[in-house]
């Protein structure tokens, strides 16, 4: 079985700081992890996904998440904030052999 | 373009209704989702489909149904049956394998009063 822990179901930030979204997850086997944006009224866009090259994996956006496997994380940052970034996070964990689940996500908010 | 049509944006019905959300795609996936969004808890699988005629309950398909005649459309009936019909409703595709990334519809919002 597989799951996603997102710390923090609200996060704010002012214009120009540093954007820090927390993600854990379980997994048995080999994950595969996402990172997924949801702006009001529209689907989810995928950021940036980690699926067993280099640890560090660069986004669109600017955005960027290390998968650190000791820590069970993938963190995703911004090293400065735009009022553009406003919205919902979502982290998602899937194998070879499973679905993807996600997390229950992090609303953005910045603060001019 | 290739993407993900959802339609309607916005729905409403009355209780006791059944209604039907209509998902097609023009990306050649194979699989294909729907989700329900509720503030909160997240994105919950309520049915899938890995080839043509078809498909898995997820983890909330009570009071759904769907089918998969064709690769391109994946429609989703909500049922007179499910309790609590209000909420978000999100399709999804992918290529079939767990590293494929899921494309997403812009969603249909369902109300039923």
Known sequence: ?112 | DGGITQSPKYLFRKEGQNVTLSCEQNLNHDAMYWYRQDPGQGLRLIYYSQIVNDFQKGDIAEGYSVSREKKESFPLTVTSAQKNPTAFYLCASSSSTGASPLHFGNGTRLTVT
Not at chain 1, 17 to 28: D, E, I, K, P
Not at chain 1, 42 to 48: A, K, M
Not at chain 1, 86 to 107: D, I, W
């Open chain 1, 1 to 112: 079985a597989q799951s996603v822990t997102q710390l923090g179901s609200h996060v704010s930030v002012s214009e120009g700081a540093l954007v820090l979204l927390r993600c854990n997850y379980s997994s048995s086997v080999p994950p595969y992890l996402f990172w997924y944006v949801q702006y009001p009224n529209q689907g989810l866009q995928l950021l940036l996904k980690y699926t067993s090259a280099a640890t560090l994996v660069k986004g669109i956006n600017g955005f960027e998440a290390e998968f650190k496997k000791s820590e069970t994380s993938f963190h995703l940052t911004k090293p400065s904030a735009h009022m553009s970034d406003a919205a919902e996070y979502f982290c998602a964990v899937s194998s070879q052999n499973e679905k993807l689940t996600f997390g229950t996500g992090t609303r953005l908010t910045i603060i001019p």
